[in-house]
């Protein structure tokens, strides 16, 4: 089975802090995606990646970076934290071929702003 | 503009009925996924439907894609509490990386 793992559940951090959200695939996939998940809101892209060193802007990335500098690992920034990113953070990959079984989703990292 | 719409988005069953939760979405596409997420928990993935009239059954739950009329359906049978969940759609609008664009999810609650 693909596993795609977050480093972290539960995250509490200051506003203006840099914060580093880790995923790390272990199925060579080439794609990977960041969404965050809102009460009433879904979930919405963030940013995504199809290669290493490459990355698109999904539908909200503001705020937000993005690394991929190897390809079982992509790894989300918020450059200064604030409150309004207080969310569910849900990374997910797929590879080549992805539509035939969708996405495989990492556990989650729920984080909080104060 | 992409749109994918689910209703219900809540729905409260009792143990035992039927009822079927609804995905339409906007724009031409044969590719459509159903999730779900128990409540802190992460998305698992369902159902693959990948062409018109493709259906798929696993225990109570059964999906169909309907590609012309832009609709998917999760039918629920002889619900179970077990079954409480939220569950999304996401449909892939292609591109050569396949972005997925997911409703808002139906929160299923199943009661005795």
């Known amino acids: 089975d693909v596993k795609v793992t977050q480093s972290s559940r539960y995250l509490v951090k200051r506003t203006g802090e840099k914060v580093f959200l880790e995923c790390v695939q272990d199925?060579?996939?080439?794609?990977m995606f960041w969404y965050r998940q809102d009460p009433g809101l879904g979930l919405r892209l963030i940013y995504f990646?199809?290669?290493?060193?490459?990355?698109e802007k999904g539908d909200i990335p503001e705020g937000y970076s993005v690394s991929r500098e190897k390809k079982e690992r992509f790894s989300l920034i918020l450059e200064s934290a604030s409150t309004n990113q207080t969310s569910m953070y849900l990374c997910?990959?797929?590879?080549?071929?992805?539509?035939?079984?969708?996405?495989?989703f990492g556990s989650g990292t729920r984080l909080t702003v104060v | 503009e992409l749109k994918v719409e689910q209703n219900p988005l809540f729905l409260s069953m009792q143990e035992g009925k039927n009822y079927t939760i609804y995905c339409n979405y906007s724009?031409?596409?044969?590719?459509l996924y159903w999730y779900r997420q128990d409540p802190g928990k992460s998305l698992e993935s369902l159902f693959v439907?990948?062409?018109?009239?493709a259906v798929k059954q696993e225990g109570r739950l059964m999906a169909s894609l309907d590609t012309k009329a832009r609709l998917s359906t999760l039918h629920i049978t002889a619900a179970v509490h077990d079954l409480s969940a939220t569950y999304f759609c996401?449909?892939?609008?292609?591109?050569?990386?396949?972005?997925?664009?997911f409703g808002k999810g139906t929160k299923l609650s199943v009661k005795p």
């Open positions: 997910a990959s797929g590879g080549q071929g992805t539509f035939a079984y969708g996405y495989t």
């Open positions: 199925m060579d996939h080439e794609n």
């Open positions: 990646s199809y290669d290493v060193k490459m990355k």
């Open positions: 724009t031409t596409s044969d590719r």
């Open positions: 439907l990948l062409s018109n009239g």
């Open positions: 996401a449909v892939d609008y292609g591109g050569s990386q396949g972005n997925l664009i």
